[in-house]
């Protein structure tokens, strides 16, 4: 008995090292709210130790790890009316070096349902077709939201440029 809690903990360990910051990530760019996401990824490992999945290797774990993470921010969400945003300045001590600041920066003012496909396939490298598995949509409906968040992007910075903001 003591072996298995032992080893349930190196697990439980190697879990939150190599995915928690990706997570959390993922989390506070849907989310908006660091609290909030800070819920949403420890209730994802808590999952993971009450459910004990099996998985055939790294990356089956890592997209049900982001699939449960996402999911439950999308039930936050529904459920719970977001109370404060995090300051958008604070946002680089999140990031993992300055050039996703600017990219976290501009994916937090998107609407929510381009924020989650733009940071899997920009920040975390997902491919359209492991996105819409992940996310339980169609690839359609990931290339289209990849379109239209590229379109808000590009038409937040043409802004930002012409009135210098």
């Not at 009316?81 to 001590?93: A, E, F, G, T």
Request: hydrophobic share 35%.
């Amino acid at each position: 008995m003591l072996q298995q809690v032992w080893s349930a903990e190196l697990d439980v360990k190697r879990i939150v090292d190599t995915y928690g910051n990706m997570l959390f990530r993922i989390c506070l760019v849907i989310l908006c709210n660091e609290k909030d996401a800070e819920d949403v990824v420890q209730d994802t490992f808590i999952t993971y130790l009450t459910k004990s999945p099996t998985f055939n290797d790294s990356e089956h774990e890592k997209a049900w790890l982001i699939t449960i993470a996402t999911n439950r921010c999308k039930n936050l969400r529904r459920y719970n009316i977001i109370r404060k945003h995090i300051d958008i300045n604070n946002l680089q001590l999140y990031s993992k070096n300055n050039t996703h600041h600017d990219l976290l920066d501009q994916l937090m003012r998107l609407p929510t349902k381009h924020k989650a496909v733009m940071l899997l396939h920009y920040v975390e490298g997902y491919k359209v077709d492991e996105i819409a598995k992940i996310l339980t949509i169609t690839t359609s409906a990931v290339k289209k939201r990849l379109q239209r968040g590229r379109e808000l992007l590009r038409d937040r910075y043409r802004k930002e440029n012409e009135y210098g903001f």
